[in-house]
């Protein structure tokens, strides 16, 4: 009974936490964005109650990742240490000690959710009920993000301190949907995780109503994505697909049966996904485009195609808009209206052009502000801006990565390649500088420079000791359905590495949650799965 009640509390934590959006109860630290939420309240009393059950011995908590985890931990304990007696990264004052000990705090309870679900999953069908979760909280993000989209339903961001203190915001035209989550990079990174999942599992499920269901609840997610419009996770979420489709493939007798298999259902796959960009991806087709336009002859080809496609094939530009005819959706007037296509919301909008002295990625000519001193008096003046290489010819989004945030964690690395710089210290220009938020925009790069090569090792090494141990567990066994579980957990593994690579998806609290409970779900079924094996061998 009271493992089964940790298993509901575990499902619900699954739904909840991407569902609720994010809207604080307090400050943890004055002038930061990160807040207390909710989500962080019910996360502590669900692990409160977890320890109740190990301490009496209800539950056990071993499992293969124990090491790596507890050692990133204590790793990334020292480079706080390291940061304020040795390299000095971090100032002896208690606000910039709380501030990198609140990170630590924070992937303590991701890790958290991890040993919750692992411990509450006690036989295999128990795994049926996190992933009704899971299916139940795309379906409800989904039915959000339209109304986001077409009726103004609420938008509570935290794309800067101000909005993230819960105000009510509403979509423009060309904004991106974001859903219940604070970005719509975050919400794409989450579908990285769930679709593959969806998607692998409904082309090998027996019963014709589940597979249509995961089918019809894998294309609503996949609008949900390419509504958002970002090109790292949309791309990332195509390569996991086809990951998983390799490995079903590598798991059938004979190598032309594999190939057969896997150009078979790769061309099924790759012809739903252009049918949906076609269709509904009118944003994100304008954003692949601009990297295309950095290479002329390039784009030039693609122009040529796209005229080709046009001429065969005619899409309805948006055609589930046409929902909205059924009643006339006004705006809140309670609400402020919110534009998340950039940072500063500056990028261009689909159906504008931007002129060549700027970046491609950007329409509206802001000036930059300089103070000048007159005397003892300060005026700030107006002056153009000016562009980097790279900002003129990658775009300003990138440009940012190239230019400021990777040479930045590159930096903090250097400082103590052992142990890094310290989290939160990436960002800062000077010592003493208080940072209102932190981004790197690769994972990779944020959890080297700040927690060193000893950090990313442990961090990044129980990720993939979880991918060794289910890949070799489906290798190794006749369970069909252990198969398709491990392989499908595997592929959106991946893909969540890949969105990595451009986006901190381990750092943001929605994705992270998500990963690592289904993580000690899957690890979970797996070890059970076993047991069961061994006892009808007997």
């Known amino acids: 009974m009271l493992q089964n009640l940790l298993l509901l509390i575990a499902s619900f934590l699954l739904a909840f936490i991407p569902l609720y959006p994010k809207?604080?109860?307090?400050?943890?630290?004055?002038?930061?964005?990160?807040?207390?939420?909710?989500?962080?309240?019910?996360?502590?009393?669900?692990?409160?109650?977890?320890?109740?059950?190990?301490?009496?011995?209800?539950?056990?908590?071993?499992?293969?990742?124990?090491?790596?985890?507890?050692?990133?931990?204590?790793?990334?304990?020292?480079?706080?240490?390291?940061?304020?007696?040795?390299?000095?990264?971090?100032?002896?004052?208690?606000?910039?000690?709380?501030k990198s000990v609140l990170h630590l705090f924070r992937?303590?309870?991701?890790?958290?959710?991890?040993?919750?679900?692992?411990?509450?999953?006690?036989?295999?069908?128990?795994?049926?009920?996190?992933?009704?979760?899971?299916?139940?909280?795309?379906?409800?993000?989904?039915?959000?993000?339209?109304?986001?989209?077409?009726?103004?339903?609420?938008?509570?961001?935290t794309m800067n301190r101000e909005f993230s203190k819960g105000m009510v915001l509403y979509l423009t035209e060309h904004a991106r949907v974001q859903s219940t989550f604070g970005g719509h990079y975050d919400l794409a990174a989450y579908l990285v995780i769930v679709l593959p999942i969806l998607y692998l599992l409904a082309i090998n499920c027996v019963n014709k109503w589940q597979?249509?269901?995961?089918?019809?609840?894998?294309?609503?997610?996949?609008?949900?994505?390419?509504?958002?419009?970002s090109r790292t996770s949309f791309i990332a979420y195509i390569g996991a697909v086809l990951f998983g489709l390799?490995?079903?493939?590598?798991?059938?007798?004979?190598?032309?049966?594999?190939?057969?298999?896997?150009?078979k259902k790769s061309f099924t796959y790759l012809l739903l996904v252009s049918v949906m960009m076609y269709s509904f991806g009118t944003d994100m087709r304008e954003r692949f485009e601009q990297i295309l336009r950095a290479y002329p002859s390039t784009f030039k080809v693609y122009e040529d195609?796209?005229?080709?496609?046009?001429?065969?094939?005619?899409?309805?530009?948006?055609?589930?808009?046409?929902?909205k005819e059924m009643g006339e959706a006004k705006k809140p007037s309670n609400g402020i209206a919110f534009d998340n296509t950039a940072a500063e919301n500056l990028f261009t909008p689909t159906d504008?052009?931007?002129?060549?002295?700027?970046p491609i990625d950007v329409y509206v000519d802001i000036p930059d502000q300089v103070a000048v001193a007159t005397g003892s008096t300060i005026t700030y003046v107006d002056q153009p801006r000016t562009w980097s290489d790279n900002a003129m010819k990658y775009g300003l989004s990138?440009?940012?990565?190239?230019?400021?945030?990777?040479?930045?964690?590159?930096?903090?690395?250097?400082?103590?390649?052992?142990?890094?710089?310290?989290?939160?210290?990436?960002?800062k220009k000077e010592l003493y500088q208080f940072t209102e938020a932190e981004s790197t925009d690769n994972n990779f790069l944020?959890?080297?420079?700040?927690?060193?090569?000893?950090?990313?090792?442990?961090?990044?090494?129980?990720?993939?000791?979880?991918?060794?141990?289910?890949?070799?567990?489906?290798?190794?066994?006749?369970?069909?359905?252990?198969?398709?579980?491990?392989?499908?957990?595997?592929?959106?593994?991946?893909?969540?590495?890949?969105?990595?690579?451009?986006?901190?998806?381990?750092?943001?609290?929605?994705?992270?949650?998500?990963?690592?409970?289904?993580?000690?779900?899957?690890?979970?079924?797996?070890?059970?799965?076993?047991?069961?094996k061994i006892k009808k061998s007997f």
């Open 446 to 532: 944020r959890t080297l420079g700040e927690t060193g090569l000893l950090g990313f090792i442990s961090f990044y090494g129980t990720i993939v000791t979880l991918l060794v141990v289910l890949y070799r567990n489906q290798k190794n066994t006749n369970q069909k359905e252990l198969k398709i579980i491990n392989i499908a957990f595997i592929a959106a593994s991946i893909g969540l590495l890949l969105n990595a690579t451009y986006i901190d998806v381990f750092a943001s609290s929605k994705v992270a949650f998500t990963y690592w409970a289904l993580a000690g779900a899957v690890l979970a079924y797996n070890n059970h799965a076993k047991k069961i």
């Open 398 to 427: 990138f440009a940012i990565r190239l230019d400021e945030l990777w040479p930045n964690a590159i930096k903090g690395f250097m400082k103590n390649p052992l142990l890094g710089s310290g989290f939160a210290t990436l960002n």
């Open 246 to 263: 390799l490995l079903f493939a590598l798991t059938k007798q004979g190598f032309l049966q594999k190939l057969v298999y896997f150009l």
């Open 107 to 157: 992937y303590t309870e991701y890790f958290s959710l991890f040993f919750i679900m692992f411990s509450s999953i006690k036989k295999p069908k128990d795994l049926k009920i996190v992933f009704y979760s899971l299916i139940f909280t795309v379906l409800a993000i989904s039915i959000y993000g339209y109304g986001q989209r077409y009726w103004y339903w609420p938008v509570f961001s």
């Open 305 to 323: 195609s796209k005229k080709f496609v046009n001429k065969q094939i005619e899409f309805v530009s948006d055609p589930i808009a046409k929902i």
């Open 23 to 98: 809207i604080p109860l307090f400050d943890i630290l004055p002038g930061y964005i990160v807040r207390v939420r909710l989500e962080d309240i019910l996360v502590l009393f669900a692990f409160l109650y977890y320890l109740i059950l190990l301490f009496r011995k209800k539950i056990s908590f071993k499992n293969q990742l124990n090491p790596w985890i507890f050692a990133y931990l204590g790793f990334a304990s020292l480079s706080i240490i390291a940061a304020v007696f040795f390299t000095k990264t971090i100032p002896v004052e208690l606000i910039h000690v709380g």
């Open 352 to 358: 504008e052009q931007p002129t060549s002295n700027r």
């Open 211 to 229: 597979r249509f269901g995961l089918y019809l609840v894998h294309f609503i997610g996949l609008w949900l994505l390419v509504m958002s419009a």
